[in-house]
């Protein structure tokens, strides 16, 4: 038996000061918390946590779980290892440079500590379909990118399905730069999420591009010459590949030779690829804070052993050292967790305009000139006069023609904060 | 200082049993080999007994969770899988408010995310003339701004040879909360008030702020599918 097996390798007292917070509640714990032995069996033998990324926060998040008894790890990572990374992904070794993140992460963890289990996935978040990530009772990101994070999470958002309660996966998220990080623990559709916060973010340094074009002034003025208007004037369409060694090599004596014209100093190598890429300095220590303060979050979801972070902290080392913790609330006008989802049951012969007509009268949801869509199509649009005009001939189409039983539909209008999602159902 | 090889000593001793990590061959000794002192050392007390229960529920705090979405209310049910980018370009499309000026085309209809953008001035110095922009959106949008070029060879102090537009808003001043409007809007005022200020097409700015009679010229010269200074341009004007 799997459990029996990963028992033998608990030798005795392996646990002796995590058990210290499972053995007996605390005067701040859950009233219901249940200390003893069922809890360390769900941690340590039922609990199944997912990681993605294997980087800087990735390999402090996989070494911290393993240490606090997490025994099923599963982590994703597309990257392989880059000589850079050695200074504080502290799995990897020189020898490993070229080979993937995950696999060699999830080596390292279980060659150092008996008894986890960690199963790596080399390959993109977007390969894997809900039925991988139901599998999970937690998910714990230390993404680099903007982009992975909004599609982590609402793929998260999307999958929490009212019927099932197992399909709420806890999410969180760990992040930082430079100095500077945060920890938060997303509850899809319960808390704000990820999408919530989009405005929040710094926006990426960008210079204006008449700075770069006639008065460059920085190192950085030139590399963004070399890139956004060099690399499209010799190449055309085809497409620059930030991790292909030519591409960041040509740029870099593009932006070298610009550099000398205007007398400008610091353009490197690395400072090419640094800007190219939008590398900003990560430092191991900040990682480790932020893995920690992910992972302490983790453990205490998955024990109930102490009350979890609600919702947002934030790390700012760059003045001192100040943190805040506050709870970021949900948007109504939130693209992803926001808007109205409606149950709407039609006749099998009601058409897109009588719909349509049914959601303009509709009085609790105030609507005017909606437009709608599939997630495949287009229905009905209101504007511009060319998709108008392409999409007018559904407008005499039944509906159940368009959008099968159980389907969605997405309504946008300038009335409605965001958008208002149908789900349509046919009365037999 | 800390001597890394009696930490590492010590962290054999502890893992005892662990004959995988004994054998591991680490050559590179750094401080971050520190991660070896995290196993807790051997503790007197005797390991607790192994009879009990098997409880096959998640924790009381994830049971907790639900119940926080149990309560909610019953209509939040599942979402379509529309991600947000295309949710946001269907809204900012369909709400476009856009002057007889401008008119959009989309050479595919199922791709909302590549279309031009066709501005005719109706005023200005730039008047009479028909120029078309294309638009590309990716999904990482609206965190990032569209991606617009001029598809002529227009001569304009702030449009280069290539169709590089130098307005704020399309880099330095990108924020989520703006939209396509704003953007085209942004576009259209380009028109109607170059500025010199700002060149990309330095030669075209410097006329401008030079001698603005030579460079009215200019523009009409150019619109017309004219040459100046070897560079010919194309010819917009409306048929």
Not at chain 1, 237 to 265: C, N, Q, S
Not at chain 2, 30 to 37: E, G, H, K, P, R
Request: glycine share 6%; proline share 7%.
């Amino acid at each position: 038996m799997a459990t029996q097996v990963s028992e033998t390798q608990d030798w005795p007292g392996r646990y002796y000061h995590i058990d210290q917070v499972l053995n007996t509640p605390g005067p701040r714990t859950d009233p219901d918390f249940l200390a003893g032995d069922g809890v360390k069996n769900f941690l340590r033998n039922q609990a199944k946590i997912l990681v993605i990324g294997a980087g800087g926060l990735g390999c402090e998040i996989l070494a911290n779980l393993a240490l606090t008894g997490f025994k099923d790890i599963h982590v994703i990572d597309m990257d392989t290892i880059d000589i850079s990374n050695l200074n504080r992904q502290f799995l990897f070794r020189p020898k490993d440079v070229g080979k993937p993140k995950a696999t060699v992460a999830a080596e390292f963890i279980m060659k150092r500590v008996p008894g986890v289990t960690v199963t790596p996935y080399f390959g993109k978040i977007q390969d894997k379909d809900e039925d991988y990530y139901l599998q999970f009772n937690l998910v714990i990101c230390g993404l680099d990118s903007v982009e992975a994070r909004r599609w982590m999470n609402a793929t998260l958002v999307n999958m929490v399905d009212p019927e099932n309660p197992e399909s709420l996966k806890p999410m969180i998220d760990g992040g930082t730069e430079g100095f500077k990080g945060q920890a938060r623990v997303i509850l899809p559709t319960i808390t704000s999420c990820y999408e919530c916060s989009l405005d929040m973010l710094n926006k990426p340094t960008a210079f204006p591009i008449c700075t770069i074009a006639n008065t460059p002034r920085l190192p950085e003025h030139c590399i963004e010459w070399a890139s956004v208007l060099e690399w499209p004037r010799v190449y055309g369409d085809k497409k620059m590949d930030t991790d292909d060694p030519e591409h960041i090599g040509w740029l870099y004596k593009v932006a070298a030779a610009r550099a000398a014209e205007f007398k400008i100093e610091g353009v490197t190598w690395s400072l090419t690829q640094g800007v190219v890429k939008n590398i900003i300095p990560a430092i191991a220590s900040t990682n480790a804070i932020i893995a920690a303060a992910c992972c302490n979050e983790a453990f205490k979801i998955a024990t109930s052993s102490a009350a979890y972070l609600n919702n947002y902290f934030m790390l700012i080392g760059t003045d001192g050292v100040y943190s805040y913790t506050f709870e970021h609330e949900k948007r109504d006008d939130c693209p992803v967790c926001g808007g109205q989802a409606l149950e709407m049951t039609l006749k099998p012969e009601t058409t897109v305009e009588q719909l349509i007509e049914i959601l303009v009268e509709k009085q609790d949801i105030q609507i005017k000139k909606p437009s709608l869509s599939t997630p495949t199509k287009q229905i009905y649009f209101q504007a511009p006069p060319q998709l108008e005009k392409a999409t007018r001939g559904n407008l005499e189409k039944k509906v159940s023609e368009l959008v099968p039983p159980g389907g969605e539909m997405i309504v946008t209008a300038t009335t409605l904060p965001f958008s208002l999602s149908l789900r349509i159902s046919y009365a037999t | 200082m800390l001597d890394a090889s009696i930490l590492k000593r010590s962290a054999w001793g502890i893992i005892g049993t662990a004959t995988a990590a004994a054998s591991e061959p680490d050559t590179d000794v750094t401080c971050l080999d520190l991660l070896y002192i995290a196993t807790p050392p051997a503790c007197p007390l005797t390991h607790l007994s192994h009879d009990y229960p098997r409880l096959s529920l998640p924790s009381i705090t994830m049971i907790k969770i639900w119940s926080m979405k149990k309560n909610e209310d019953a209509a939040a049910k599942k979402k379509p899988k529309t991600s947000a980018a295309q949710i946001r370009v269907q809204k900012d499309l369909t709400e476009l408010d856009l002057p007889s000026t401008m008119s959009t085309d989309f050479p595919d209809p199922n791709d909302l995310l590549n279309f031009t953008l066709t501005i005719t001035p109706d005023e200005g110095m730039y008047k009479g003339g028909s120029f078309k922009f294309s638009f590309a959106i990716n999904t990482n949008y609206p965190h990032d701004p569209p991606k617009v070029k001029c598809t002529q060879t227009i001569y304009h102090p702030n449009v280069d040879l290539e169709g590089n537009v130098c307005l704020n808003i399309l880099r330095e001043d990108w924020k989520p909360v703006l939209n396509l409007n704003s953007v085209m809007v942004g576009l259209q005022y380009l028109f109607l008030e170059p500025n010199a200020d700002d060149p990309l097409n330095k030669e075209a700015a410097l006329e401008m702020s030079k001698n603005r009679e030579q460079f009215l010229h200019n523009v009409k010269v150019s619109m017309r599918g004219g040459s100046i200074k070897g560079v010919s341009y194309d010819n917009v004007l409306v048929r």
